[in-house]
């Protein structure tokens, strides 16, 4: 069974992928990528998790040059000098930093959110961008399969820690946004809420569309609780495609010369991926427009089963108890 559950995802895993690195090859050859128009963001912060490399570099760099104040969090603290100083460098904004968090560790999460909240600075947009990808099975230092530990808790915890200093700092007509990124792999996964860490049957595919489903019934819950309780702060997904970053190094394509060969023409750039995630964290026509799944930075639906509110809130509920949280949040049932 474990076998076939693992062929099972591997295929509707692969065959997602597929689809998308059509239509993104079509788009390509009639009409290509044009980036958006981004407003300038003088006085805002805002925090992007992974923001060392991949999309999460490409976010904060246009974050920073849009003059964000952009705190990039990461567990690479080598990558992230380089990093920090780069962006720096390009954008001419001295407000970029790094602080520690490694988001497969719970106790690293709420050490970055404490660190944080000592700087005594607001906080206007949190992108949840970090993640791992197909990586073999193995768990985080909290007995987490690791796509579920590092994808989706970390940044579920790391969301609650910060929620209160986001409420803080929106306003209405100025609502403080938090940025999550899933992936087209969510349409084809599956949630067992029976058996988040895969012990019954365990499949590297599985795992990364688990946990990217997740973390969209994630935001659609955070969304209603956010609207039941009045609160300024909006929460929206966002998919960014396939994108030509180390990511995809547990992938057969994922390096040498093939992965060359097919990245100028089916994959997005790093830059492109990011704008998505951009368009969500500033973009005027989504003030106050929370609890939407956005990719090639349009407003998409997700798998119908994302906007099951009983899952939703049954997951929520899970994920407190795994976290240590006491969920103080109400809202609708």
Request: glycine share 10%; aromatic share 10%; with cysteine.
């Amino acid at each position: 069974m474990s076998l076939l559950w693992a062929l099972s995802a591997f295929l509707r895993v692969y065959a997602a992928g597929a689809l998308v690195v059509f239509t993104q090859l079509l788009r390509r050859c009639f009409g290509g990528f044009s980036e958006p128009t981004f407003q300038a963001q003088p006085g805002r912060v805002a925090i992007v998790t992974g923001g060392t490399d991949g999309i999460g570099y490409a976010t904060a760099k246009q974050l920073a040059r849009l003059g964000m104040h952009v705190v990039l969090a990461g567990n690479n603290e080598g990558r992230a000098r380089d990093a920090v100083d780069s962006i720096r460098a390009e954008t001419r904004n001295g407000k970029v930093e790094f602080l520690y968090c490694d988001l497969a560790s719970l106790a690293s999460v709420r050490d970055f959110a404490r660190e944080f909240k000592a700087k005594q600075l607001p906080l206007h947009v949190l992108v949840n961008n970090a993640g791992v990808m197909m990586v073999p099975r193995r768990a985080t230092g909290d007995g987490f399969e690791e796509h579920f530990g590092l994808n989706y808790l970390g940044h579920f915890l790391l969301t609650r820690l910060l929620l209160d200093t986001l409420e803080a700092s929106g306003r209405d007509g100025r609502c403080a946004r938090v940025v999550t990124v899933s992936s087209a792999t969510h349409y084809v996964g599956r949630l067992d809420l029976d058996d988040l860490q895969g012990s019954r049957g365990y499949s590297s595919h599985g795992a990364y569309a688990q946990s990217k489903l997740a973390l969209v019934l994630f935001t659609y819950r955070l969304q209603a609780l956010l609207e039941a309780r009045g609160r300024p702060v909006t929460a929206n997904a966002v998919d960014p495609g396939v994108v030509d970053t180390d990511l995809y190094r547990h992938v057969f394509w994922g390096r040498g010369r093939l992965r060359r060969l097919l990245a100028p023409w089916l994959f997005k750039t790093p830059e492109e991926g990011a704008w998505t995630s951009v368009l969500a964290a500033v973009s005027p026509a989504l003030e106050g427009r929370g609890g939407r799944y956005l990719y090639n930075e349009k407003d998409t639906r997700s798998l119908a089963v994302t906007y099951d509110t009983r899952l939703q809130r049954q997951l929520w509920e899970i994920s407190c108890r795994l976290t240590g949280l006491r969920d103080a949040l109400e809202g609708p049932d």
